[in-house]
Every structure is written in C-alpha cells, then in structure tokens.
C-alpha cells in the first residue's frame, strides 16, 4: 500500500509544516539522510499543549502529544520532498524528548505515540532506532519534542 494510502486510512491530513522559532533550519538533505529538527507539538490550529509529563499530562495524554510531534515530522519530509514521501526508504532513528516530573520512567511508552504512527505510516521501514529521555524543560514548555533522521531514495 502506497504511503498516501495509508495516511488515508489513519484519516491523516498532513499539516503546513511548523516554521523554526529559533537559528535554525526545519530539515538538512545530506547524501541519501534527511536530518529534521526537534518537532514540537503544534496542532493544526495553530494551538499546542504545555507542561510536564506525570504532574499535567498522564501517559496517554503524552502518547497522543507524541503522535503530534510524529506527524509534524511527517509534515517536513512532505516538504523536504516536494510531497513525495515514498521516497522514504527507512526511518533510521526518532530521538524522543520528554518534559517530565523528576522520576518519571515511562518516556520509551510516551515515545511510542510517535514510533507507532511511524510503523503505521511506512510499515517495516518505520521501524527505527531511538532513544527516549527524560529532560527538566523543554522549549515553550511542550511536554514532548522529536526529531528524526531518515533514509531517502534518490
């Protein structure tokens, strides 16, 4: 099933990609690797939740702010490649932040909410490496940021 089929079948409308707050870019093309920059939770609305993972969210609210992060990094490989994400060939890694309560362990089961929307969309090849840290604070007080590094077909 083609990449565009599978989005809608999960009833996903890829949003506009989230502009940089900051000196930096959204994505960096190298060789056959997309490299994007921490997403944040921005939904289409321009709206975005805010605080810490076991004291405002609990683990199911950060799963599905997880999946928002997912799908704005799906948003910048639409963009990245000019609306063509079958050339993805592999997600090879998702680093997975969360803004949580000192002693807060279930960042890995936060971090699925966007591991999972990447199996769905790409089947095998969203399968990845990753890592899932706890952190203090986050920019503009999201309770999660992700970035990803991709492998693309010419």
Known sequence: MSVANRLKELGLDLPKPVAPVATYVPYVITGNLISVSGQI???PDGSMPTGKVGQDLS???AQQVARQCGINILAQLNAALDGD???V???VRLGIFVNCVDGYGD???V???ASDLMVDVFGDAGRHSR???GVNALPLNVPVEIDALVEISD
Do not use: D, Y
């Open 41 to 43: 939770p921005v939904r």
């Open 59 to 61: 683990l199911e609210e």
């Open 85 to 87: 994400l079958e050339r």
């Open 89 to 91: 060939k592999r997600i």
């Open 107 to 109: 960042q890995p089961k």
């Open 111 to 113: 971090g699925n909410g």
């Open 131 to 133: 890592a899932a840290v």
